[in-house]
Nanobody, 119 residues
Framework: QVQLVESGGGLVQAGGSLRLSCAAS????????MGWFRQAPGKEREFITS????????SYVPSVRGRFAISVDKSKNTVYLQMNSLMPEDTAVYYC????????????WGQGTQVTVSS
């Protein structure tokens, strides 16, 4: 099992930036994919981006592509989500998650961090 702890959420004005961090521990992550999801009030949790730990292959949903960037710092066992040009519709609880690269489902989740974008 991978333990995940997110940090970096907060309140920001529209157009601003935030960087979320996800500290991972408990397993060797070379065969893992790390993902970020978010859940807005009254909506289902949605996938927004992922990265392979070893090769840095990324994937983004259209709504965040070009504004958000996912990265890995292997020396710190940490995944980052740099969020730029934030919009009120980005307001949500953001979750970090991990899955084995051969699996389709994310089995390990962090507790979430709140991001609120004011207009």
């Amino acid at each position: 099992q991978v333990q995940l702890v997110e940090s970096g959420g907060g309140l920001v004005q529209a157009g601003g930036s935030l960087r979320l961090s996800c500290a991972a521990s408990g397993r060797t992550l070379s065969s893992y994919v790390m993902g970020w999801f978010r859940q807005a009030p009254g909506k289902e949790r949605e996938f927004i981006t992922s990265i392979t730990w070893s090769g840095g292959i990324t994937s983004y949903v259209p709504s965040v592509r070009g504004r958000f960037a996912i990265s890995v710092d292997k020396s710190k066992n940490t995944v980052y989500l740099q969020m730029n040009s934030l919009m009120p519709e980005d307001t949500a609880v953001y979750y970090c998650a991990a899955r084995v690269i051969s699996d389709r489902t994310y089995d390990d989740w962090g507790q979430g961090t709140q991001v609120t974008v004011s207009s």
